[in-house]
């Protein structure tokens, strides 16, 4: 296979190693692409091959997912039309983001949801029942309108048709209940079951497995299910189920399907939440909801207002504007209102968030808004930002790299030390007091300075994501050297420069499809998520890292629907 | 670690750490609430002999005086040494005024006052409206007498310094205090709640039966590392299930005391008639928790009954002289005493004898039984027994002897505290403690 942009020494892969390689699996890719180019995820910078045309990867494994707790609610919102007790919080994020496959329905989750059931059934049936199926309401248990009701109440909870032992085990159970309680009191019990049900509190991954065959293609609905969630949080919506009913679900109606719901509010609010957990904005929620917790925020409006800045510049720069990753980590645009105006330096006197252009010289782009700034910082203290939280982020989460943890080594009392050591501790910038720490071991400048630079070059970001330049008439020094990138080692004066390095960084272009493959698939770091990675950054590449073709395109392949059986 | 080995691991420590559900209540059943009677007779015993047991704390044998109560025996705890303090005005001396004034106040009478009978006031609020006002629950006061007296030696009752208490003396007057438009309750008011409850989780149970039969669908199509989040899964039925089936195996609420209201009657003049309609009312105010501190005067001291009610007694005008001066007539004091307490024993067996939610009436009710006099005019080793174990807060069947001189506001304040009343003392001495030798 040949594409206009192979170059001389690129190694090209022929239909039949690719075969091979569906059949073999993911150890087979990986020796595959291992001949081709130089790992990426090393933390030295690459030759500069540039990997253009890759294998698709091995199948993933069938699974079964959990629903978060935000998944959860909106279904029960979208099929009931009900509320779920917003203080019902669950879900595992051990890949990063809120949709992780690892999730475990245990006891504690299971009796919060036993408790909750009933109540959210009762809610339905006092408002919406009647109107909805009124069958199960004023009209006798074997009929077969409530047979049909339950078929079709079955079918919005298990978000696929019920099979008819399914159909009969649950219409025999209603009968069996009003034959004990009253009608409502039967009709509640339905309802918790079907929101109790494994076939409603699971995503399937599993497709329909053959015997002796050891891959499969998930089905209609469990296609239409892995599009929804991702890209709405809720259960799939009616055009989606009858594509998926007519057996239309592959290749551009697929492609329709995710432009359409990216143009939706759902959407949006996905791509937010992608790029939230791409860049580990854990705590920009959490000063939303626990402003209290933080001394440093001047007020809970501006917790507020900060995390709205960061919804609305993905709006604006990667949903409706450029909506490249060069854009998103350089465009020097923000929003601001009266609570935030003057992190910024500009002004501002009303609530409502507004459009700013800035000049470019001190910030730009994703990683300096404000927002992001402050979500990694100090608490308490305005004045102290965080080099090493900044510069794990910049290098785990933008890059992929590893970082170690301090082994051996007592980092509290190396602080204190520190500070005993040098009569006016108090008064230094912070990037000199940890170069005091540091100073102490040379096993804590060997691995620090695999991300310090990172950290220190975003240091004249305060932590609310002010830009200073001094601390106390010291001079904040974010001018770092010789920082390995991809195009070589760099020196960077400042936090623009460092962006827009990062903007061209190859590292930076895999780690970002590696990211959405875990947001989309639920798993963690890994072979599947690093084969993903590679094979839609050849594409992302081509595409001038566009983030909403790369969704588009994610979306469209059809090796993302093969399953296979995993060993015990 | 790798994906296996965090589900895996999760798995571990779900079974390991996964707290037993039970949605059984974490409150203990609630109890009926507690009442006390506060019994007072006013007659004492020619010997310390005819009164007080022989025999040790706990084997012991009932007195000539108590020999009717063999009963209600293991239901009572009687006190010696209890002494009523010989302090304050003794107005015409003989005790029968201060006795009077202090047995249910602990409190020295005051001087009289101007165009009040010559022997003085009472000091201070008497033991049951305290309690009354103290929890803020209804309190009564009652007398049987043949016929009413307004001096103080009939009036033990008070709501403070010199502010007596005229005790209800007919039985329709108290019945008019009580019960006029009373509307009798329901006596189980927690089953309704019960049986909501245990449909609710009837329900639970027959959910968590059919999401077992769901996950044994889905396990069919599952291999290997998915499989271990049913096992969670259907580890969390499981034990669900167990904590619910051990909340069905709760016992339904046992109904309170029946409240019947009784009718609304005249007095009788015939004593012994007389002390029965008032017991009735006091029973059917228990009963009905119209009433939780309860006093009853049963006498007047020094106007003493001829009781002619008991066989051959040969009593004319009254036993004052049999009670406070011939010894000579040992027996019939014996038998005049004996059959006061008699009365008040089986008023507590009738208590005994009714089901009252877990247990029945006297374990919901306090009575604290008093004699204004010990031997003959004495105020020192006064009569006094305890019925009932006030929801297991006393031992009862015990003979206990409290150290010699000990007053009797210790166990007055022993009834107040363990009517709930958060207090020291009573009376005169606020710091006096209670009866270290009653639980």
């Known amino acids: 296979m040949r594409t206009q942009h192979m170059k001389p020494n690129e190694k090209h892969i022929s239909r039949t190693q690719i075969a091979a390689r569906l059949a073999l699996g ?103 029942l009647a109107n909805e199926y009124p069958c199960l309401r004023d009209v006798p248990p074997g009929d077969q ?31 069996e209940r009003r034959a004990i309680d009253d009608q409502h009191l039967a009709t509640v019990q339905l309802f918790s079951r079907f929101l109790l049900s494994a076939n409603f509190l699971y995503r399937s991954e599993l497709g329909k497995l053959a015997a002796g065959e050891s891959t499969t293609r998930l089905t209609q ?24 009913k007519s057996g239309k679900l592959s290749g551009d109606t697929i492609r329709g399907h995710v432009r359409r719901l990216l143009k939706t509010a759902d959407g949006r609010n996905a791509v937010i939440r992608f790029m939230k957990g791409w860049l580990k904005l854990d705590n920009l929620d959490d000063m939303h909801r626990n402003p209290d917790r933080y001394a440093k925020l001047q007020s809970a409006d501006q917790a507020w207002a900060l ?48 459009r700013v252009q800035l000049d470019g010289t001190r910030r730009g782009g994703i990683v300096t808004l404000a927002s992001v700034m402050a979500a990694h910082a100090s608490s308490t203290d305005v004045n102290r930002d965080r080099p090493v939280q900044r510069g794990t982020m910049i290098l785990k989460q933008i890059m992929c790299g590893e970082v170690g943890i301090p082994s051996g080594l007592d980092v509290i009392s190396a602080g204190n030390q520190a500070a005993s050591r040098v009569p006016n501790y108090q008064d230094l910038t912070t990037r000199e007091q940890f170069d005091v720490i540091m100073q102490q071991s040379e096993s804590c400048v060997s691995c620090h300075q695999g991300f310090m630079p990172f950290g220190y070059v975003l240091g004249n970001f305060n932590a609310l994501g002010a830009f200073v330049t001094d601390f106390r008439g010291r001079p904040i020094n974010a001018a770092v050297t010789n920082v390995p990138m991809s195009r070589g080692r760099r020196n960077f004066d400042g936090p623009v420069a460092f962006v827009k390095e990062l903007a061209e960084d190859e590292r930076v272009h895999r780690c970002f499809t590696k990211q959405f493959a875990k947001f989309v698939t639920g798993a963690d770091n890994g072979p599947y998520v690093d084969d993903l990675g590679r094979y839609f950054h050849a594409g992302f590449r081509r595409k001038k890292f566009n983030i909403r073709d790369l969704i588009e395109d994610f979306f469209s392949e059809e090796f993302l629907y093969q399953r296979k059986a995993t060993a015990p | 670690m790798n994906r296996r080995e965090f589900v895996f691991r999760s798995l571990q420590a779900s079974l390991l750490l996964s707290p037993v559900l039970s949605i059984r209540r974490a409150e203990a059943q609630q109890l009926p609430r507690m009442k006390v009677l506060f019994w007072v007779c006013c007659s004492g015993y020619p010997d310390a002999e005819a009164f007080f047991p022989t025999g040790d704390e706990f084997n012991w044998n009932l007195s000539p005086i108590l020999q009717h109560l063999g009963g209600i025996k293991d239901q009572m705890i009687v006190i010696d040494n209890l002494n009523i303090r010989p302090t304050g005005p003794n107005p015409n001396g003989a005790e029968h005024a201060r006795s009077v004034g202090k047995i249910l106040t602990a409190k020295d009478l005051l001087p009289v006052s101007e165009g009040v009978d010559d022997e003085g006031d009472l000091g201070g609020i008497s033991i049951e409206t305290y309690v009354g006002r103290e929890l803020n629950v209804r309190s009564i006061c009652m007398m049987v007498e043949d016929r009413y007296r307004r001096e103080l030696r009939s009036h033990p009752f008070a709501t403070g310094p010199r502010q007596t208490i005229r005790p209800f003396f007919e039985p329709d007057e108290a019945w008019d205090n009580t019960f006029r438009d009373f509307i009798p309750p329901d006596s189980n008011p927690g089953l309704p709640e019960f049986e909501a409850r245990m449909r609710r989780l009837r329900g639970k149970k027959s959910i968590l039966d059919g999401m077992l039969g769901e996950l044994s669908r889905f396990r069919r199509e599952l291999v290997g590392i998915e499989r271990l989040k049913l096992d969670v899964h259907e580890d969390a039925i499981r034990r669900t299930e167990e904590g619910i089936r051990r909340d069905l195996e709760e016992e339904p609420p046992r109904p309170r005391a029946e409240c019947r209201v009784p009718d609304r009657v005249r007095s009788s003049s015939y004593v012994p008639e007389r002390c029965q309609l008032q017991q009735d009312l006091l029973f059917a105010s228990f009963a009905c928790e119209r009433v939780q501190s309860a006093g009853h005067m049963w006498g007047s001291s020094g106007y003493h009954w001829n009781y002619g009610w008991l066989p051959n007694f040969g009593v004319i005008d009254s036993i004052h002289n049999i009670v406070h001066h011939d010894p000579a007539e040992r027996e019939r004091y014996i038998r005049s005493s004996a059959w006061d307490w008699q009365q008040i024993g089986r008023f507590a067996e009738r208590l005994r004898n009714t089901p009252d ?40 069947n015990r003979f206990v002897r409290a150290p010699f001189n000990t007053y009797h506001d210790k166990l007055l304040t022993s009834a107040a505290k363990m009517m709930g009343v958060n207090t020291n003392g009573f009376g005169d001495d606020m710091n006096c403690g209670p009866l270290e030798q009653l639980p």
């Open chain 1, 307 to 354: 995390k709205r800045e960061f919804e609305l510049f993905v709006k604006d720069v990667v949903l409706e504007g450029a909506g490249t990753l060069r854009a998103a980590l350089t465009e020097p645009v923000t929003y601001v209102n009266r609570h935030t105006a003057q992190l910024y330096g500009v002004q501002n006197d009303g609530d409502s968030m507004t």
């Open chain 1, 221 to 244: 609905f469990e296609i239409a299910s892995l599009i929804a969630f991702t890209l709405t949080a809720t259960t799939p919506d009616t055009l989606l189920m009858n594509d998926a």
């Open chain 2, 357 to 396: 939610g877990s247990g029945n009436m006297l374990d919901n009710t306090l009575i604290v039984a008093l004699s204004l006099f010990g031997r003959h005019h004495e105020i020192n080793r006064i009569p006094a027994v305890v019925f009932g174990n006030a929801q297991g807060r006393l031992r009862t």
């Open chain 1, 145 to 175: 309108c409530v047979r049909d009701s339950v078929a079709a109440v079955g079918f919005k909870f298990f978000r696929r048709p019920l099979t008819e032992e399914e159909i009969n085990d649950y219409h025999n159970y209603y009968n």
């Open chain 1, 26 to 128: 993911a150890f087979a890719a990986l020796t595959v692409t291992a001949c081709t180019s130089k790992s990426v995820l090393q933390f030295d910078a690459p030759s500069g091959e540039e990997q253009i045309f890759a294998a698709p990867p091995a199948p993933g494994a069938v699974q079964l997912r959990v629903l978060s707790s935000r998944e959860y609610k909106n279904s029960v919102k979208a099929i009931l039309g009900v509320d779920v007790k917003p203080d019902l919080e669950f879900g595992a994020r051990r890949n990063g983001f809120e949709t992780s496959a690892d999730g475990l329905l245990d006891q504690n989750l299971l009796s919060a949801l036993i408790e909750e059931a009933p109540v959210v059934a009762e809610n339905y049936i006092v408002t919406n």
